[in-house]
Structure formats: C-alpha cells, structure tokens
C-alpha cells in the first residue's frame, strides 16, 4: 500500500512560480514510478511528467510546456513538480501518483498506468 500526500498548491498571479510536493509512504518496490498529472475543470485528467524511483530518469509528456520539471529526494521520499512562469490555463488539480511497474514498461502518462493516487492539490492562475 502506498498512501500519497500533495502539498504546494495555492493561487498566483501569471507569470509567478509554485513548488509542487508529494510525500509519499510505503515501500519503493511499489512505487517504482511517480507521475504528477492535472486536471482542469470539465476537462479530462492529463499526465505531465513521471520519474523513475531508481536511477531518476524523467519523463515529459508532450503537450507540456518547458515550464515544468518534476525531480525527487528519496532521502525524504518525495517527488517535487517544479512549475515556472505559469498562466490561467496552467489552473488545475494536480495529482500525485505512484506505481509499482518502472516508468519505461508502459504508458506512463495515461491515468490508467498508476495504481496509487493522493487527493490532489489545486493551483489557480490569475491573468
């Protein structure tokens, strides 16, 4: 079992800056990849970026921007979404997943390819 706890959200203005986290508990065998996706109102939920647990290799979706970098402290099992110059369609919930299968065994930007997920964490950017 792995339970997942985001943190970082909040409102910004266009053009500002926030740290995603997601502490996350339980063993790494079961969480071999981590994944942030989001999640706009009305629209359905879509992956950003995974990591790979062991080794640290990232993984980019292609519809996101540069603008984001996801990277980890497994010292304090935590996988972080850095997020720059953000805009009013960067507004979404941002969801923490974990799953057991390393990231390069499958598609890991389709929802369907994580196991775990946290509550999420809401970011809102204002023009």
């Known amino acids: 079992q792995v339970d997942l706890v985001e943190s970082g959200g909040g409102s910004v203005q266009a053009g500002g800056t926030l740290r995603l986290s997601c502490v996350a508990s339980g063993s790494t065998y079961d969480r071999k990849c981590m994944g942030w996706f989001r999640q706009a109102p009305g629209k359905e939920r879509e992956g950003i970026a995974a990591?790979?647990?062991?080794?640290?290799?990232?993984y980019y979706a292609d519809s996101v921007p540069g603008r984001f970098t996801i990277s980890q402290d497994n010292a304090k099992n935590t996988v972080y979404l850095q997020m720059n110059s953000l805009k009013p369609e960067d507004t979404a919930m941002y969801y923490c997943?974990?799953?057991?299968?390393?990231?390069?065994?499958?598609?890991?930007?389709?929802?369907?390819?994580?196991?775990?997920w946290g509550q999420g964490t809401q970011v809102t950017v204002s023009s």
């Open positions: 997943a974990a799953e057991p299968r390393p990231c390069y065994a499958y598609n890991r930007h389709a929802k369907s390819g994580f196991r775990y």
């Open positions: 990591i790979s647990t062991y080794g640290g290799s990232t």
